[in-house]
C-alpha cells in the first residue's frame, strides 16, 4: 500500500478515536436483553480434516487440487485445530463474556458419505462436547448449519443446482436437530446464499471452468429456498412442540449508496438490494421473487431467446410451502458500494449482473482493510437496517457477523476497534431512530481463521492464531479485551447512559 494512503488511513484514525470519545459516537446503552456474541464456521477453524471418520467436503477437495486456487496453496487440513481445542475457544470465549458462540456443523463429519445412511458417532460426539461446554459456561449455542462445506459426492452430483439437494439438506437437518436439539434453540439453515449461489455457481470463484453465469446462481437459490423452508416445516411438524427453538437464515450483502440523489440511481440502490436481500427475504416473506428480479431476468430471457425464464417459476404449492418460514433473519453486514443505473445494451451477456441493470463499486478514497472487498462505511450499517427493517417489519433481526480484516494479526489492533465502535454507533442509532427491531449482534470473528480463496492472509480475529505453531497458540488482541468490555457494559464509549 502507498504511503500516501496509510497516511490517510492515520488522519482518518485519529479523528475517529476523538469522535469515540466525544458525541459523535452514540453513547446510548444496548438494552439490557441485546445479546453480544462471537462467531466462527467449522471449515475454517476446525481442522482434523480425516479424523475420526470425517468424509471429504467441496473445501478438502478444492484446496487439496495441484495447482491451489488458495492464496498460499494454503488448506483448512489443521486450521486453528479447534476440532481438538474447543475448551480453549470456550474459555476465550468466557473471558470475553459473551452471551452466545455462532458455529457451524460440518456436513461430513456428521454424514460422511453426504447422505444419511450412516451417521458418525465421533462427529456427533463432538458436537456433543463442545455445546455441553458452552452450556457449563453459561454462553448460549447458536448453530448453523450450512456454512460452505458441502461434502464432495453432493458436489460431484451437481450440489445445490441438482434439486435432489433439497431433500438431502433436510435429511441432514432433521439429524441435526435429532442429535443436538435438546441443547440448541437457535438455528440458522444457511449462511449467505447469496455467497453460495452467485460466487459457487455464478460467478465460479473456485473454479470459473465449472461455473454457469446467469443460470447456476437462479437454479442453486431456487433449490436453497426451498431446501430451507423444507427443513423449517419439518422442524414445525417433527420438533419444535419438544424442542422449542427458533429457525432463522443469514442473508448477506452490502449496502448500496446511490451515488448521486438522481432518481435514476436512487432507483440503482433500490433494484441492487432487491437482487441481493430480497431474492432471499421476498420469497421466505411473500412467497416470491422480488417484482424487479422477476421483470428484469424474464425480460433478458425472452430477448435471449430462452423460452422460459432463466429465474424459475415457484408453483403455488410452493408459494404456499415458502411463505412464513423464518423465526428470525440473520443478517452478515460489512461494507457498502456505490450505484448507478447502467443497463447493458449487449444481450447476448448472459449474466446475473446484466440482469440487475446497476454498475457498483467502491470509491479508492473509502477507508481500507486487509481484505479489497471490505471498504470501511460505517453510515451504510444504518441505512441497510433502516432498509430491511422498513421493508420486512415485524421481522426479529440479529447480526449473524461484522467484522474488520488486517493482514498480519497484530496485536495492538486499534483499527479493528474502530471498526467495531463506528458500526455498532450506527446499529444503535437504527435501533433508536429508526426503530430496527434486533435483538442482537456478532463479531466476526472469535479468532484469525482460513478465510476460503485468501487462505490465511485476511484475519479477522479478536484473538491471534500463531498457524506457525504446532498448538496454533491464541493470544487475546487488544479489540477483545475492548469487546470484553462492551459485553459487560453493553456500552461502545466510556461512558453510557441508559
Ligand atoms: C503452490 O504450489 C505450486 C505447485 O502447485 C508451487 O509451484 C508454488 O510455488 C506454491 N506456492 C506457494 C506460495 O507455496
Ligand atoms: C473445474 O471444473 C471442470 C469442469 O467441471 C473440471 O474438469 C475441473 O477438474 C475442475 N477444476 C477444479 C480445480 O476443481
Ligand atoms: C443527497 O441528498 C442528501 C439530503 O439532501 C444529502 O445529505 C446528500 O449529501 C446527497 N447525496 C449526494 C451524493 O449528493
Ligand atoms: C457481462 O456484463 C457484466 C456486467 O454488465 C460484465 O461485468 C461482464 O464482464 C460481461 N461479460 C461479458 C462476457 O461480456
Ligand atoms: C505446545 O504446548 C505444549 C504443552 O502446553 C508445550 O509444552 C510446548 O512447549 C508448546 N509448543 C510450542 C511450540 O509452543
Known amino acids: 500500500m502507498a504511503s500516501s494512503s496509510a497516511f490517510f488511513i492515520f488522519i482518518l484514525i485519529s479523528y475517529y478515536s476523538k469522535k469515540s470519545y466525544g458525541e459523535e459516537l452514540n453513547n446510548k446503552k444496548f438494552p439490557k436483553d441485546f445479546m453480544f456474541g462471537a462467531a466462527t464456521a467449522s471449515y475454517q477453524v476446525e481442522g482434523a480434516w480425516n479424523e475420526d471418520g470425517k468424509g471429504e467436503n467441496m473445501w478438502d477437495h478444492i484446496t487439496h487440487k495441484v495447482p491451489s486456487p488458495i492464496v498460499n496453496n494454503d488448506t483448512g487440513d489443521v486450521a486453528c485445530d479447534s476440532y481438538h481445542k474447543y475448551k480453549e475457544d470456550v474459555a476465550m470465549l468466557k473471558e470475553m463474556g459473551v452471551d452466545f458462540y455462532r458455529f457451524s456443523l460440518s456436513w461430513s463429519r456428521i454424514l460422511p458419505s453426504g447422505f444419511d445412511n450412516e451417521v458418525n458417532q465421533l462427529g456427533v460426539e463432538h458436537y456433543r462436547n463442545l455445546i455441553k461446554e458452552l452450556r457449563a459456561n453459561n454462553i448460549t449455542p447458536v448453530v448453523t448449519i450450512y456454512h460452505f462445506d458441502l461434502p464432495q459426492t453432493l458436489q460431484d452430483l451437481g450440489g445445490l443446482q441438482n434439486d435432489f439437494f433439497i431433500d438431502r439438506f433436510v435429511d441432514f437437518a432433521r439429524v441435526c436437530f435429532r442429535e443436538f436439539g435438546e441443547d440448541v434453540k437457535y438455528w440458522i439453515t444457511f449462511n449467505e446464499p447469496w455467497s453460495i449461489c452467485n460466487i459457487g455457481y455464478g460467478f465460479g470463484w473456485l473454479n470459473a471452468t465449472a461455473a454457469s453465469p446467469g443460470i447456476g446462481e437462479y437454479l442453486c437459490s431456487h433449490n436453497l429456498l426451498r431446501a430451507h423452508a423444507k427443513a423449517w416445516r419439518m422442524y414445525d411438524e417433527e420438533f419444535r412442540n419438544d424442542q422449542n427453538g427458533l429457525l432463522g437464515i443469514t442473508i448477506s450483502g452490502n449496502w448500496f449508496e446511490p451515488s448521486t440523489n438522481s432518481s435514476a440511481d436512487i432507483e440503482a440502490s433500490e433494484t441492487l438490494l432487491q437482487f441481493t436481500f430480497g431474492f432471499y427475504i421476498h420469497p421466505i416473506v411473500h412467497g416470491d421473487y422480488p417484482e424487479v428480479m422477476r421483470k428484469n431476468v424474464d425480460h433478458r430471457s425472452a430477448l435471449q431467446g430462452f423460452s422460459q425464464s432463466r429465474l424459475p417459476k415457484f408453483t403455488q404449492d410452493e408459494v404456499q410451502l ?18 448507478t443505473l447502467e443497463e447493458s445494451d449487449d444481450i447476448s451477456n448472459i449474466s446475473y449482473t446484466a440482469d440487475t441493470g ?61 471498526y467495531y465502535q463506528r458500526y455498532l454507533s450506527n446499529i444503535r442509532d437504527a435501533m433508536e431512530f429508526d426503530g430496527v427491531d434486533l435483538f442482537g449482534y456478532t463479531a466476526w470473528s472469535l479468532m484469525d481463521n482460513f478465510e476460503w480463496i485468501n487462505g490465511y492472509s485476511q484475519k479477522f480475529g479478536l484473538y491471534q492464531v500463531d498457524f506457525n505453531s504446532p498448538n496454533r497458540t491464541r493470544t487475546p488482541k487488544k479489540s477483545a479485551k475492548w469487546y470484553s468490555k462492551l459485553t459487560r457494559t453493553k456500552c461502545i464509549v466510556d461512558d453510557c447512559t441508559e
Open 322 to 339: 415458502i411463505q412464513g418460514t423464518t423465526d428470525f433473519l440473520g443478517i452478515n453486514m460489512y461494507t457498502s458500494s456505490l450505484v
Open 358 to 418: 446497476v454498475t457498483s463499486w467502491q470509491p479508492e478514497e473509502w477507508e481500507s482493510s486487509g481484505s479489497s472487498w471490505l471498504k470501511v462505511y460505517p453510515k451504510g450499517a444504518r441505512q441497510l437496517l433502516k432498509w430491511l427493517g422498513t421493508n420486512y417489519k415485524g421481522i426479529k433481526m440479529i447480526i449473524t457477523e461484522n467484522g474488520y480484516s488486517d493482514n498480519d494479526g497484530e496485536l495492538e489492533d486499534d483499527k479493528r476497534i474502530s
